[in-house]
């Protein structure tokens, strides 16, 4: 009887878009925006707004750019109230992650640097991942510390909430792509410098990172290998040789950055890979335990889904080995 009812074309047609649905069904899940409110949306600032700021006046966008529902490729933009999506294992091992994607400074990845990483590093992985929505420089707010406040807070807030989500406040580490990567490094250099006021107990948490981990990173913004975008848009038109250096990464690095992990491919058009060299370069000139894997090929924004087929595919095995070699004590 199965056999007789398979061979029916019209049966045998629903039965692939029964079987379509399954297999994407998880991709689409994951790429729904949790509503305001919810315990998987996590507001920053309360009211919304970062002190002494003023809404855009436009509403947040949220853009699909992709037309595979098996691979969503969402961004946002017009971003006013920003806030972490939040990504809790089943068995958290207590290690977890802001999670900063890039998109120049122009956007926010949602999905290939967000979303894509829950298989990896969530479901095999345990660890928490907390994806930040963080405001962009170049949408008419002229504050370029408006994202570093929002890192800051996020991190503050993941360490002071910790044991409502099975995490251990000494292994909570900063992850960054590409602009995201950029930002994760300004968190990593700058979390003690003040970008806002402290507003509540929340701000009395260590905003440092326990670690950091830069994929395919923005770093320089004054040599041959910046990329152009990223440096017009955060430092505007008051861009000056000076703000170049004062953005230009490797040149904060001191005593107190956390151990980081760098990932990159030679054949990275967008953002050269001169930039995690110089970081690396920086990193040991300072002292500081790090390490460092270049892949000959994977061009930029790979993400998870980008590496088939190529070596580079192994990235999220290499990261979740070195997270969990950062002990309190390593990282402190």
Do not use: C
């Not at 923005?218 to 000056?240: K, N, W, Y």
């Not at 070596?311 to 290499?318: E, G, N, R």
Request: charged content about 15%; proline content about 9%.
């Amino acid at each position: 009887m199965l056999n007789r009812n398979l061979s029916n074309p019209l049966l045998s047609k629903h039965l692939v878009r029964l079987l379509v649905f399954l297999w994407v069904l998880p991709a689409v899940a994951a790429a729904i925006e949790p509503d305001a409110g919810s315990s998987d949306r996590i507001a920053l600032w309360p009211g919304g707004l970062a002190p002494g700021d003023n809404a855009l006046p436009q509403p947040p966008r949220i853009v699909e750019r992709s037309t595979d529902p098996a691979l969503p490729d969402r961004y946002i933009d017009h971003v006013s109230e920003p806030y972490l999506v939040a990504y809790r294992p089943a068995n958290p091992n207590g290690s977890a992650l802001l999670v900063i994607p890039g998109g120049g400074y122009q956007r926010v990845v949602l999905d290939k640097e967000g979303t894509a990483l829950v298989p990896a590093f969530l479901e095999q992985g345990g660890v928490s991942l907390f994806v930040l929505r963080y405001r962009l420089p170049g949408e008419g707010r002229t504050d370029r510390k408006a994202a570093l406040a929002d890192a800051q807070r996020a991190l503050r807030l993941i360490r002071h909430r910790a044991g409502d989500w099975g995490i251990d406040p000494q292994r909570i580490g900063v992850m960054g792509f590409s602009a995201g990567g950029h930002l994760a490094a300004r968190l990593g250099t700058g979390f003690a410098t003040p970008v806002y006021p402290a507003i509540d107990a929340i701000d009395t948490a260590s905003a440092r990172p326990d670690f950091q981990l830069l994929v395919y990173p923005v770093i320089d913004m004054q040599g041959p290998d910046s990329h152009a975008g990223s440096r017009e848009r955060l430092l505007g038109a008051a861009d000056s040789p000076a703000l170049r250096r004062h953005y230009s990464m490797q040149h904060r690095i001191d005593a107190g950055t956390p151990p980081t992990f760098l990932l990159h491919a030679a054949d990275d058009e967008v953002v050269p890979v001169g930039n995690s060299l110089l970081f690396y370069n920086g990193l040991q000139q300072a002292g500081i335990v790090s390490e460092m894997h270049l892949f000959p090929h994977g061009g930029h924004g790979f993400g998870t889904h980008g590496t088939t087929g190529l070596t580079a595919a192994v990235w999220p095995q290499l990261a979740l080995a070195w997270i969990a070699a950062q002990t309190p004590e390593a990282s402190r």
